[in-house]
């Protein structure tokens, strides 16, 4: 962990909110939640791009049970201070893979739930056995519809980055997650890039 405890992205303060160490320890966690209900099948883990890579590269080492491994990426349409409910999604496998299976979509945050409510939308019609959620963090203030399976922790509705979450693409590569800082959050916005 760097003893700075702030970073600068773009030209916006962010403050550490979790370090490296914290976050290991809600990943091994969340993955010996996962184990214990799946242990006797083998899940196809849904990594949703690009910011989940990070986690869903940690969680799944953790894990360490047989799985398949694949990617989506979900995009949000339009204004990028917030999501506009518009989600396009790429899927970057043989949907037939899914029929019948059970179905861990990671994710890294979830804010208003409308790009994770269209993710399950979309998996769903390929008629998965069922389709769990995993999220590093959700913000419950922002959150509305049906809630994830496994939540790494509730934070407040802020603006984050690191560990895979970007600003403007900025960011992903931090080891710490940070938060925009008190004195800019006036100004927040969120990238969608994934
Ligand atoms: P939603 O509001 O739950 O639909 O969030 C949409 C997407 O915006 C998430 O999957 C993230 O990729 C991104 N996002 C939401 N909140 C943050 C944040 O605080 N930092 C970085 N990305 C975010
Ligand atoms: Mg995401």
Redesign the pocket.
């Known amino acids: 962990m760097s003893t700075d405890p702030f970073v600068v992205v773009h030209g916006k303060r962010f403050k550490r909110l979790l370090s490296a160490e914290e976050i290991q320890g809600i990943v091994r966690q969340l993955a010996h939640q996962i184990v214990q209900r799946h242990r006797s099948e083998e899940l196809v883990c849904v990594v949703?791009l690009k910011?989940a890579f990070m986690f869903a590269n940690d969680l799944i080492r953790a894990m360490n049970i047989p799985c398949e491994i694949t990617f989506l990426r979900?995009q949000?349409y339009g204004a990028h201070m917030?999501?506009s409910g518009k989600?396009h999604i790429e899927f970057f496998t043989n949907h037939q893979r899914l029929q019948d299976r059970p179905v861990l979509i990671i994710?890294?945050?979830?804010?208003?739930?409308?790009?994770?409510q269209?993710i399950r939308d979309y998996l769903a019609q390929y008629r998965p056995k069922s389709i769990e959620t995993v999220t590093l963090?959700l913000?419950p203030d922002?959150?509305q519809g049906t809630p994830p399976e496994y939540v790494g922790k509730a934070i407040a509705p802020?603006?984050?980055?690191g560990y895979g979450?970007?600003?403007n693409e900025g960011g992903r590569y931090l080891q710490d997650i940070y938060v925009l800082d008190s004195e800019t959050a006036g100004t927040q916005s969120?990238?969608?890039?994934?």
Do not use: P, Q, R
């Open positions: 949703i910011g979900a949000s917030y999501s989600v994710e890294d945050i979830v804010d208003s739930g409308l790009t994770l269209a963090l913000k922002t959150f802020l603006f984050v980055i979450m970007d600003y969120t990238s969608n890039n994934g």
